[in-house]
């Protein structure tokens, strides 16, 4: 079931998530825009239109060091 919804969303440069716990749902998230996101200790950057599907309680985080657009759900 989907509990939350966001399309076309923007955020300004400097954004930032940061969930050392996760969220406690399942979390969709596509980013129209390029981020650098931490996978398993790792950052790295996406291409615009990158997609990541993240279980409940897995860590979080993503940045962006410019003006940002996403897509997500939860």
């Given at each position: 079931?989907?509990?939350k919804i966001r399309?076309?969303?923007p955020e300004k440069a400097g954004f930032f998530i940061s969930r050392p716990n996760g969220a406690k749902d399942y979390t969709f998230l596509h980013f129209i825009t390029?981020?650098?996101i931490n996978?398993?200790?790792?950052?790295?950057?996406t291409t615009p239109g990158a997609c990541i599907f993240y279980k409940p309680s897995t860590p979080q985080w993503f940045y962006?060091?410019?003006d940002m657009v996403h897509n997500w759900m939860h």
């Open positions: 079931m989907i509990t399309h076309d969303w390029s981020v650098q996978l398993g200790g790792k950052t790295v950057t962006s060091e410019n």
